[in-house]
């Protein structure tokens, strides 16, 4: 890597950040469903990138005519529906290959938007301006245009969540 360059590679997978949304789903209920657990991906990773310029995981985010969407998640769960994504919680415990760092990063993700429903978070994600509202924007023109293939650029993602953080954090 060229000096002064920025690692910006990932440690984790969308996956793992999905089991553990999933787990703190199972010791601190919110009605997990996959919208709201697509949305809480989105925000997880923007806030990561805001704050330590680099990604949280590694999958690519597209534009999708109900907002951001993690195309392997969407594949793993989209049969779920609208449904809680309880899982076997029997042998279900705390996923230890996140380190405590990410792990206390995630739990203020956490606490402060998994109280909200999907609708609310998806209206969060839709706001005019944000990365999927300007993807839209310049590859659609409109969601009618849209195709499930538009990739949200990471650093449209990492600028959007870094100008929304308070200016002595930024």
Do not use: C
Request: aromatic share 16%; no cysteine.
């Amino acid at each position: 890597m060229p000096a002064g360059a920025e690692d910006k590679t990932a440690n984790y997978t969308a996956y793992q950040i999905a089991q553990y949304f999933i787990w703190k789903d199972f010791v601190d209920p919110k009605n997990l469903t996959h919208l709201k657990l697509q949305k809480l991906l989105y925000l997880a990773q923007g806030w990561y990138l805001a704050y330590t310029g680099k990604q949280l995981f590694s999958d690519r985010i597209f534009a999708w005519k109900f907002g951001p969407v993690i195309k392997d998640i969407y594949h793993i769960y989209k049969h779920r529906g609208n449904s809680e994504l309880k899982m076997s919680y029997q042998n279900f415990s705390e996923p230890n290959y996140i380190s405590l760092e990410v792990k206390q990063f995630l739990n203020k993700i956490w606490d402060s938007y998994a109280k909200f429903d999907a609708i609310v978070l998806s209206e969060l994600t839709h706001i005019k301006g944000s990365p999927w509202s300007e993807t839209i924007r310049e590859n659609a023109g409109s969601l009618d245009n849209l195709e499930n293939d538009v990739e949200i650029p990471l650093n449209r993602i990492q600028m959007y969540f870094r100008n929304q953080l308070p200016q002595q954090v930024a």
